[in-house]
């Protein structure tokens, strides 16, 4: 046994019950199609080998997604045990996982326990317990009762034993079925459960799709933003940064305090949470905000993007200037946006330069700023 790990991908499907007119798995998920998602987890490490099932249709956008991560994309067929069936044939590794596309949400820690009772049992398969009263029926009528104790709702990642898993395939002939555990299953040995995860749910209908779903929100996928804001220099004797009031042989000419950095993650978070900018929530022409401490402008600016439904994940500025020195300043600059934003220091980061001369910075005509922040999805 060489060790090797293959995975096979399932995205063959044509995701009817989602109703977007094509396969589901090419729908938006956060600004990218689904399935990239989904890739995404799987291009670790301890990863060797990648086979995507694909069906003809969309052999191409698939193989597009597939390409940077280096994976290579096999034919589907009809039904779900089909495509798996064609795809054993195309992998090299010793051990197999096998993964519904339509599972953008599986956590690392699942594919390596997967990948470890496999090495130590011969299978491993991700579930989880049953929570609700289990029982057997029709609408109607309750005729049996079950023991939810000893119930569990099989989702993938499944992993075996490649030469296993092959064999239990042959020997399903032309048999379907929904999942590899009930092939392995029948031909092989029970297969062996490992904790699976209730965000690891299989996106199925359009509704899956929406913020709605709690998966979605599990604040995984971040938001980024950017900011920037010049100030000229003018009449004056210091300049406010980030909060940090700096002696200065000049002032910034601005409607406010002319805060350069504040003003840059201002526009950096409204524009992750896909809000308005700065000029609209604080126009520079209203007596309101003439010389307003824009500490207080970023307090409102926090509350605006909480409201919007996001937390803070990290910002990070850039700000150059020929003067005054800002490098004695930094530090209490972190700690005003740490304050302000509720964020540790460590998330919290500022970097300091000049222009060499160049340009307006570097003439000495003003201090310009630039930021980047991330946000994530507020979970209830
Ligand atoms: N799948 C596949 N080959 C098929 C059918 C399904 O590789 N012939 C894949 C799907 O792309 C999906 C996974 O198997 O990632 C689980 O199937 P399901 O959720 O049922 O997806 P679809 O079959 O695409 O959806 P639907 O049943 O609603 O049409
Ligand atoms: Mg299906």
């Known amino acids: 046994m060489n060790g090797k790990v293959s995975v096979i991908i399932c995205a063959a499907g044509k995701g009817e019950r989602a109703g977007f007119g094509k396969n589901k798995l090419l729908?938006?998920?956060?600004?990218?199609?689904?399935?990239?998602?989904?890739?995404?987890?799987?291009?670790?490490?301890?990863?060797?080998?990648v086979a995507v099932t694909s069906s003809k249709e969309d052999f191409k956008e698939i193989s597009?997604?597939?390409?940077?991560?280096?994976?290579?994309?096999?034919?589907?067929?009809?039904?779900?045990?089909?495509?798996?069936?064609?795809?054993?044939?195309?992998?090299?590794?010793?051990?197999?996982?096998?993964?519904?596309?339509?599972?953008?949400?599986?956590?690392?820690?699942?594919i390596l326990d997967c990948i470890d009772s496999v090495k130590k049992?011969?299978?491993?398969?991700?579930?989880?317990?049953?929570?609700?009263?289990?029982?057997?029926?029709?609408?109607?009528?309750?005729?049996?009762?079950?023991?939810?104790?000893?119930?569990?709702?099989v989702q993938t990642p499944q992993g075996?034993?490649?030469?296993?898993?092959?064999?239990?395939?042959?020997?399903?002939?032309?048999?379907?079925?929904?999942?590899?555990?009930a092939v392995y299953g029948d031909f092989i040995a029970p297969p062996r459960l490992i904790e699976g995860d209730e965000g690891n749910v299989k996106?199925?209908?359009?509704?899956?799709?929406?913020?709605?779903?709690?998966?979605?929100c599990c604040g995984e996928f971040d938001r980024a933003g950017i900011g920037a804001d010049v100030h000229c220099f003018g009449e004056g004797n210091f300049v406010t940064l980030a909060g940090v009031r700096?002696?200065?042989?000049?002032?910034?000419?601005?409607?406010?305090?002319?805060d350069v950095i504040f003003h840059a993650v201002m526009d950096?978070?409204?524009?992750?949470?896909?809000?308005?900018?700065?000029?609209?929530?604080?126009?520079?022409?209203?007596?309101?905000?003439?010389?307003?401490?824009?500490?207080?402008?970023l307090l409102k600016v926090m509350e605006t993007v909480k409201a919007a439904g996001y937390t803070a994940g990290n910002v990070s500025v850039t700000v150059q200037a020929e003067k005054p020195k800002l490098?004695?300043?930094?530090?209490?600059?972190?700690?005003?946006?740490?304050?302000?934003?509720?964020?540790?220091?460590?998330?919290?980061?500022?970097?300091?330069?000049?222009?060499?001369?160049?340009?307006?910075?570097?003439?000495?005509?003003?201090?310009a700023a630039y930021c980047v922040v991330t946000l994530k999805k507020i979970t209830n």
């Not at 700096?246 to 002319?258: E, F, P, Q, T, V």
């Open 203 to 216: 996106l199925t209908y359009k509704t899956d799709f929406k913020s709605e779903n709690p998966a979605i």
């Open 27 to 49: 729908a938006p998920l956060y600004g990218a199609p689904a399935l990239y998602h989904t890739l995404k987890k799987f291009a670790i490490p301890e990863i060797d080998e």
């Open 246 to 258: 700096i002696a200065c042989d000049k002032g910034l000419i601005a409607h406010s305090d002319g």
């Open 64 to 110: 597009a997604l597939c390409k940077p991560f280096g994976f290579k994309v096999v034919r589907g067929g009809k039904t779900r045990t089909e495509s798996v069936k064609n795809a054993l044939n195309e992998i090299s590794g010793d051990i197999v996982l096998i993964h519904d596309g339509a599972r953008p949400f599986v956590q690392k820690s699942i």
């Open 268 to 297: 950096a978070f409204l524009s992750a949470a896909g809000l308005k900018d700065i000029g609209h929530y604080f126009p520079d022409t209203s007596p309101e905000f003439a010389g307003a401490d824009s500490g207080k402008l």
């Open 327 to 367: 490098a004695p300043h930094i530090d209490e600059m972190v700690e005003n946006l740490s304050k302000i934003c509720g964020l540790p220091k460590e998330s919290c980061a500022v970097a300091a330069g000049t222009c060499e001369h160049l340009g307006f910075v570097g003439e000495g005509l003003g201090i």
């Open 160 to 181: 075996f034993l490649t030469e296993d898993i092959r064999r239990a395939y042959s020997l399903a002939g032309d048999k379907v079925y929904t999942d590899d555990s």
């Open 121 to 153: 049992f011969g299978s491993g398969v991700a579930a989880i317990k049953f929570t609700d009263t289990a029982v057997f029926g029709r609408l109607g009528e309750i005729t049996e009762r079950l023991d939810r104790d000893s119930l569990f709702r």
